[in-house]
T-cell receptor, first 114, second 111 residues
Framework: EAGVVQSPRYKIIEKKQPVAFWCNPISGHNTLYWYRQNLGQGPELLIRYENEEAVDDSQLPKDRFSAERLKGVDSTLKIQPAELGDSAVYLC????????????FGQGTRLTVV | TQLLEQSPQFLSIQEGENLTVYCNSSSVFSSLQWYRQEPGEGPVLLVTVVTGGEVKKLKRLTFQFGDARKDSSLHITAAQPGDTGLYLCAGFSNSGYALNFGKGTSLLVTP
């Protein structure tokens, strides 16, 4: 069974440019998470989807970040415009929509803003 | 957001030594999970603890959930270089759906 797939693995952009990350969750997983992880730190939740509905986006900087999950499967996370402080690894995870689920993570996208 | 504090932040030991890392909070969690993350990879679930006082073993790793469900510990016996990685604890909110992580303990085991 394929795991969570993210692309690209690496992205280098200049500040003020837009960037988008893509995530394909495990088939059948209705819950999808986007996390941001700074070097040597734990992941910080940006947004959680239940199917196509964003049920927790309180930590998403909405002035520059946006996300969508069309048809409740794949998801994209966009930053526009990017700032130097956005450099981090962006992780996508998915799980079955049960209580205390096991979250399966992708390898992440390492973003460097220069 | 319920905060999880992990200690120590960094740990460097030699192969064969024992170690314990801690995950603490002032909040009660319905359950806690421990993940290990290797460089360039996403976190991988090691264990979920649900009941206060629960102890779970995974080979040389022993996980304990505090009686009050506010803290947890991970003990590694006879550490191996393959144990090197970032150990993360994560707690579920009372709803049981939102997963929040601590900052992690970075473990280095040298031969």
């Amino acid at each position: 069974e394929a795991g969570v797939v993210q692309s690209p693995r690496y992205k280098i952009i200049e500040k003020k440019q837009p960037v988008a990350f893509w995530c394909n969750p495990i088939s059948g997983h209705n819950t999808l998470y986007w996390y941001r992880q700074n070097l040597g730190q734990g992941p910080e939740l940006l947004i959680r989807y239940e199917n196509e509905e964003a049920v927790d986006d309180s930590q998403l900087p909405k002035d520059r970040f946006s996300a969508e999950r069309l048809k409740g499967v794949d998801s994209t996370l966009k930053i526009q415009p990017a700032e130097l402080g956005d450099s981090a690894v962006y992780l996508c995870a998915s799980s079955l929509g049960t209580r205390r689920p096991q979250a399966f993570f992708g390898q992440g996208t390492r973003l460097t803003v220069v | 957001t319920q905060l999880l504090e992990q200690s120590p932040q960094f740990l460097s030991i030699q192969e064969g030594e024992n170690l314990t890392v801690y995950c603490n909070s002032s909040s009660v969690f319905s359950s806690l999970q421990w993940y290990r993350q290797e460089p360039g990879e996403g976190p991988v679930l090691l264990v979920t603890v649900v009941t206060g006082g629960e102890v779970k073993k995974l080979k040389r790793l022993t996980f304990q959930f505090g009686d009050a469900r506010k803290d947890s510990s991970l003990h590694i016996t006879a550490a191996q270089p393959g144990d090197t990685g970032l150990y993360l604890c994560a707690g579920f909110s009372n709803s049981g759906y939102a997963l929040n992580f601590g900052k992690g303990t970075s473990l280095l085991v040298t031969p």
